[in-house]
């Protein structure tokens, strides 16, 4: 006799974690709406002469054969782009997976140390993996609290610092000598420098990684490169480090089809520095829209995405989904009590985005 699964009862197995049990699922529903400014995107697809290059190379690779074992062909091609040794890059699908990886590392059994608020991808793995997660509150104008974190530092035992520059979710950009001081403060840590939207902050921490073996920085390919549907992000490490984290990573991670995409975008750099630009020409000129807006501020950001603080953030992500427009709510996190976070969008959907919220003032 063969016997059927009972129906769904809602009860979780009895094998599964109590930490993966008690942790809410990634807190995202997406809406398929025109104009979309809610996960902090490149509003522009790569470019099409690359994307038919990128597909011609794909059609003519054998697709029965396994990628690189570790990516090895693009991890060159990525310390080339970056002036880095090959040994020191790990390449994975997306960042949030070496976020994952960096906690196993340094966060099980150990501290995971960050701030709030702070993206929430630290938090949920940290709490996912049983690691003891610390977070020390932000100045209110989003600085780093530099003195509370080296407190927090000195009184734990060694685990995994994240610092974000710029930071996500506020868009702040703190003085080099406040994130140097940290590093140096966080001897026998971890210290990972997530620099997932470097290119609009204006800071570009390479050389601090150089000189100290304890850190590593973060990219992605899915920013300002506009790849965000490729899935792919990279670590800048000392080889020692690196090596180790390598070991977490399964293998074959990363596809033929985006190795041969990140490729074709490697050797064609310059149309990212031309998007970025465009970036930081709208990001002022809607920030200098908003100013003279009646209820609604819009704070200051190195990144590609701003704060709009309103008196009623419920009603005005409301008001903006009538208008075709979706954006991320904030308002329930720390410090950013009435706070909408906005991606910089295309000319179009930035006139877009000031006529809806005009019609607010």
Same mark, same amino acid.
């Given at each position: 006799?063969?016997?059927?699964?009972?129906?769904?009862?809602?009860?979780?197995?009895?094998?599964?974690?109590?930490?993966?049990?008690?942790?809410?699922?990634?807190?995202?529903?997406?809406?398929?709406?025109?104009?979309?400014?809610?996960?902090?995107?490149?509003?522009?697809?790569?470019?099409?002469?690359?994307?038919? /290059?990128?597909?011609?190379?794909?059609?003519?690779?054998?697709?029965?054969?396994?990628?690189?074992?570790?990516?090895?062909?693009?991890? *060159?091609?990525?310390?080339?782009?970056?002036?880095?040794?090959?040994?020191?890059?790990?390449?994975?699908?997306?960042?949030?997976?070496?976020?994952?990886?960096?906690? /196993?590392?340094?966060?099980?059994?150990?501290?995971?140390?960050?701030?709030?608020?702070?993206?929430?991808?630290?938090?949920?793995?940290?709490?996912?993996?049983?690691?003891?997660?610390?977070?020390?509150?932000?100045?209110?104008?989003?600085?780093?609290?530099?003195?509370?974190?080296?407190? *927090?530092?000195?009184?734990?035992?060694?685990?995994?610092?994240?610092?974000?520059?710029?930071?996500?979710?506020?868009?702040?950009?703190?003085? *080099?000598?406040?994130?140097?001081?940290?590093?140096?403060?966080?001897?026998?840590?971890?210290?990972?420098?997530? /620099?997932?939207?470097?290119?609009?902050?204006?800071?570009?921490?390479?050389?601090?990684?150089?000189?100290?073996?304890?850190?590593?920085?973060?990219?992605?390919?899915?920013?300002?490169?506009?790849?965000?549907?490729?899935?792919?992000?990279?670590?800048?490490?000392?080889?020692?480090?690196?090596?180790?984290?390598?070991?977490?990573?399964?293998?074959?991670?990363?596809?033929?089809?985006?190795?041969?995409?990140? *490729?074709?975008?490697?050797?064609?750099?310059?149309?990212?520095?031309?998007?970025?630009? /465009?970036?930081?020409?709208?990001?002022?000129?809607?920030?200098?829209?908003?100013?003279?807006?009646?209820?609604?501020?819009?704070?200051?950001?190195?990144?590609?995405?701003?704060?709009?603080?309103?008196?009623?953030?419920?009603?005005?992500?409301?008001?903006?989904?009538?208008?075709?427009?979706?954006?991320?709510?904030?308002?329930?996190?720390?410090?950013?009590?009435?706070?909408?976070?906005?991606?910089?969008?295309?000319?179009?959907?930035?006139?877009?985005?000031?006529?809806?919220?005009?019609?607010?003032?």
């Amino acid at each position: 006799m063969t016997s059927t699964p009972s129906a769904d009862t809602g009860t979780t197995p009895a094998g599964v974690r109590a930490a993966v049990r008690d942790v809410p699922a990634y807190p995202f529903t997406p809406l398929d709406v025109p104009i979309k400014l809610d996960q902090n995107e490149n509003p522009y697809d790569f470019p099409a002469d690359l994307k038919a /290059e990128a597909l011609s190379r794909m059609a003519a690779r054998p697709w029965n054969r396994y990628p690189d074992l570790h990516a090895d062909t693009l991890r *060159e091609r990525i310390a080339a782009f970056e002036d880095w040794d090959a040994a020191g890059v790990v390449v994975t699908p997306g960042s949030n997976v070496l976020i994952k990886l960096l906690t /196993e590392l340094g966060g099980i059994g150990q501290t995971v140390l960050t701030v709030n608020p702070t993206f929430s991808v630290y938090t949920l793995e940290a709490q996912l993996l049983g690691a003891e997660l610390v977070q020390v509150p932000l100045n209110a104008d989003f600085s780093l609290p530099v003195e509370a974190l080296k407190a *927090e530092l000195a009184a734990r035992e060694p685990g995994v610092l994240y610092i974000t520059q710029p930071h996500a979710p506020t868009g702040h950009v703190d003085a *080099e000598r406040d994130v140097r001081a940290l590093i140096d403060a966080a001897r026998g840590w971890i210290v990972v420098l997530d /620099e997932a939207y470097y290119q609009y902050g204006g800071q570009d921490h390479r050389n601090l990684i150089r000189a100290h073996p304890h850190c590593l920085s973060l990219r992605t390919f899915s920013k300002a490169w506009g790849l965000a549907g490729l899935r792919l992000g990279y670590a800048l490490a000392h080889p020692e480090l690196a090596g180790q984290l390598q070991k977490l990573v399964p293998a074959f991670n990363v596809s033929l089809l985006a190795q041969t995409a990140l *490729e074709v975008a490697l050797e064609n750099p310059a149309y990212v520095q031309q998007r970025v630009a /465009e970036g930081l020409r709208e990001r002022a000129r809607v920030l200098e829209a908003l100013a003279a807006h009646p209820t609604l501020e819009a704070l200051l950001s190195g990144s590609n995405f701003f704060l709009l603080r309103s008196p009623d953030a419920s009603a005005t992500y409301t008001h903006l989904l009538s208008r075709g427009i979706v954006v991320r709510r904030q308002d329930r996190l720390h410090l950013l009590e009435g706070c909408l976070r906005v991606a910089v969008g295309t000319p179009a959907e930035n006139d877009a985005l000031l006529a809806a919220l005009a019609e607010l003032a």
